[in-house]
């Protein structure tokens, strides 16, 4: 059908409960499963080494890296994306794991 971009941004009391798991993957579903996009790319702040893991263990591949200015401020950035077929593989493997 289509892609999308994700983006998502907790506030640092709340990181670290959880929360970017369930938003991430309920984002995915959603996108994937019911809505039928065939990719999800999104950035991520290169120093964000938390989400960067959480996006790897989603099945998110690193793609490239850019900057853009954040309150004026020159800020890098990962890209990666998610392809509907790598996502459908990750899921399956998961629910096999369980």
Known sequence: ????????????????????????SETLEKGFDEIGLTRIHLIVRKNNLRAIRLYHRL????RGECHKDVNRKPTH?????????????AMAISKARR
């Not at 892609?3 to 369930?22: T, V, Y």
């Open 1 to 24: 059908m289509g892609e999308a971009e994700f983006r998502i941004a907790l506030r640092s009391d709340k990181a670290g409960q959880g929360l970017g798991w369930i938003v991430t």
């Open 59 to 62: 099945g998110f591949t690193l």
């Open 77 to 89: 950035f990962l890209m990666l994306d998610l392809q509907q077929n790598d996502y459908l593989a």
